[in-house]
């Protein structure tokens, strides 16, 4: 029986991985620190810069359309979708939030290419900017690391 690795094992391999990334222009502030952080962490993982295009859409809402059509597209081994939705006055933010979530989830599932939720869902724009500024807080970074992991869990199981 193979040896499983302990359950604080990242695999970060980035190495000969093209991983496409989504981003909203909506809150364009706050998802550039976004992209800065997940593209940091792709390039520290061995991604090299023209295997990891970034593709723009208008708010959210677009985030799970465009990140089906590039896994369709069979091209891309993951995808990194980035945004920040900040809750006003009305329902809005909970109808935006709620499907984008589902949406990128479908696009997972549907397609079998890991898509990772960056999107940002909070209370006050003080709160998106402390999750986007250029520290170990970065919700971009989690959500590179969150594809890259699982990219290698993925190859951990076809190795079985």
Known sequence: ?????????????GTKRRIAIVASR????????LLEGARSTLTDAGVVDMDM??????????LP??????????????????GAVIKGD????EYISNEVAAGLARVS???GTPCAFGVLTCYSQEQAIARSSADEHNKGIEAARAV???????????RL
């Open 1 to 13: 029986m193979k040896s499983q690795p302990e359950a604080t094992t990242m695999f970060l391999d």
């Open 26 to 33: 909506f809150n364009e502030t706050v998802v550039s620190g």
């Open 53 to 62: 295009p970034t593709f723009w859409v208008p708010g959210a809402f677009e």
């Open 65 to 82: 359309l465009v990140a089906q059509r590039l896994a369709q597209k069979g091209e891309f081994d993951a995808i990194i979708c980035l």
């Open 90 to 93: 009305t329902a809005h933010f």
């Open 109 to 111: 599932l549907d397609t």
């Open 148 to 158: 890259l992991d699982t990219l290698g869990t993925l190859d951990q199981i076809d």
